[in-house]
């Protein structure tokens, strides 16, 4: 029903084949885009080398947004070997396990401002650099989930850092919307992902959302790759800043 054949996707956040950011950059290739893939070090670049090459990626990158110069140095190379970027996206957040495990009252600041700072400020600052390549337009994606605005056990810290990002996602697409360039958060339901796998008690939420989804199904990444590469796609052209829930309706149930 759509493509993107010629679209350039800059994907950041594949950590395995159970990833989010897996299921949309496989989404992006089936559609015809080109895709740029990094990761987070040399101890992850042995899990997501072989998936970049199973994407024919022309652009392959180590990424730690917490580097000085590294996110620079990868638009840099974007520049040089494509002249534009069409799509973004961020699949990356980060908590320190004492600060992700405990109470949010009782959390660092140093906790915080790393979780407020690899999981949020490193989208708006990905968006800054990739502003410029976009001037045709684009779409800049990032993950959320419903515990930014419910109280999910467990969830702690993350759920004000993702509802940060939300409103993050709303003040872009309101700035950049002029130019073009769309911004939305996916909203997947829990997926057994190795960065959900930090989060305590985990099996139950998993458990919960079967039972209590309507579609009595867990999301996928296959799901969330569908539903972004729409959201890419110029057909969804007049959609921006939104939430959008994949979660066989779970966050609709009280």
């Known amino acids: 029903m759509f493509s993107l054949r010629g679209r350039k996707a800059l994907v950041v956040g594949i950590a395995n084949e159970d990833s989010i950011a897996w299921g949309c950059a496989q989404a992006f290739r089936r559609q015809g885009a080109e895709i740029a893939v990094t990761w987070l070090n040399d101890k992850a670049e042995p899990h997501v080398r072989p998936l970049a090459e199973q994407l024919e990626a022309p652009i392959m990158a180590r990424l730690d ?122 909203s997947p339901g829990p997926l057994a992902t190795r960065a959900a796998s930090g989060i305590d008690h985990f099996d139950e939420l998993l458990a919960a959302a079967t039972r209590h989804s309507p579609t009595h199904q867990l999301t996928t990444i296959e799901d969330v790759g569908a539903v972004a590469a729409f959201l890419a796609s110029d057909e969804a052209r007049n959609l921006t800043g939104g939430v959008h829930a994949i979660d066989g309706g779970y966050s609709i149930i009280a």
């Not at 908590?95 to 979780?115: I, M, N, Q, W, Y």
Request: hydrophobic share 45%.
């Open 65 to 186: 947004v917490t580097e000085p110069g590294a996110m620079e140095a990868l638009f840099d190379e974007i520049r040089e070997r494509w002249g534009s970027l069409d799509i973004l996206l961020h699949s990356i957040a980060f908590a320190p396990k004492a600060d992700l495990h405990g109470r949010v009252v009782d959390s660092s600041v140093e906790g915080f401002a790393k979780a407020m700072d690899v999981s949020v400020h490193s989208f708006l600052r990905m968006m800054r650099h990739a502003e410029p390549l976009m001037s045709e337009g684009g779409t800049c994606l990032s993950v959320s989930f419903f515990g930014s605005s419910q109280v999910v056990r467990h969830y702690n810290i993350m759920g004000p850092v993702k509802a940060a990002l939300e409103s993050s996602v709303r003040y872009a697409a309101a700035e950049l919307g002029e130019k073009g360039i769309r911004v939305h958060a996916l």
